[in-house]
T-cell receptor, first 112, second 112 residues
Framework: DADVTQTPRNRITKTGKRIMLECSQTKGHDRMYWYRQDPGLGLRLIYY???????NKGEISDGYSVSRQAQAKFSLSLESAIPNQTALYFC???????????FGNGTRLTVT | AQSVSQHNHHVILSEAASLELGCNYS??????LFWYVQYPGQHLQLLLKYFSGDPLVKGIKGFEAEFIKSKFSFNLRKPSVQWSDTAEYFC??????????FGQGTTLQVKP
């Protein structure tokens, strides 16, 4: 969905490096989410935000941090990457509590 | 806490066979229920959703799901699958917090 853009699409980094994944949206949605997808584990919620001043931890926030720079931008940071953070990361947005999520195309991160 | 369990991890069917994928959830309050599909190499897309009203909901591409409150279930069904239905399917639940939690996913392989 071009309305939710994630950069980069692919990234390979080394253990201990700091890395930031970016997400921007043109849908005008207040709610934004970061998930990671691992085979056999589905999608697990890392962080979510309902507006610029609202940040909430998800199921697996340890080792991650986020920044909601504007309504349209929500970035995910790994302060010191480790190999078990190798995964496919998805950003998603929603217009309200009962609204479905709109996903970006994902960022495939490999930590060596 | 919210949780979602999908019982079938990998399902293999022949074309024209009927499909039912199980989903059970755990949540103490009013729930919103979703099924998403992820085609190979793509991001997640919404198949159908339940908020209230008729517990039998119809989605895109001939899919339907039935909410059975007493069983905490929201199983996905399709009378006759096609090869193009090969994908991974995710059940998800949200409550009044707006936090959307996904199940582990079910990989469906349809043989032509």
């Amino acid at each position: 969905d071009a309305d939710v853009t994630q950069t980069p699409r692919n990234r390979i980094t080394k253990t201990g490096k700091r890395i930031m994944l970016e997400c921007s949206q043109t849908k005008g949605h207040d709610r934004m989410y970061w998930y990671r997808q691992d085979p056999g584990l589905g999608l697990r919620l890392i962080y979510y935000s309902f507006d610029v001043k609202d940040i909430n931890k998800g199921e697996i926030s340890d080792g991650y941090s986020v920044s909601r720079q504007a309504q349209a931008k929500f970035s995910l940071s790994l302060e010191s990457a480790i190999p078990n953070q190798t995964a496919l990361y998805f950003c998603a947005t929603a217009g309200g509590q009962n609204s479905p999520l709109h996903f970006g195309n994902g960022t495939r991160l490999t930590v060596t | 806490a919210q949780s979602v369990s999908q019982h079938n991890h990998h399902v293999i069917l022949s074309e024209a066979a009927s499909l039912e994928l199980g989903c059970n959830y755990s949540y103490g309050g009013t729930v919103n229920l979703f099924w998403y599909v992820q085609y190979p190499g793509q991001h997640l897309q919404l198949l159908l959703k339940y908020f209230s009203g008729d517990p039998l909901v119809k989605g895109i591409k001939g899919f339907e799901a039935e909410f059975i409150k007493s069983k905490f279930s929201f199983n996905l069904r399709k009378p006759s699958v096609q090869w193009s239905d090969t994908a991974e399917y995710f059940c998800a639940v949200s409550g009044n917090t707006g936090k959307l939690i996904f199940g582990q996913g079910t990989t469906l392989q349809v043989k032509p």
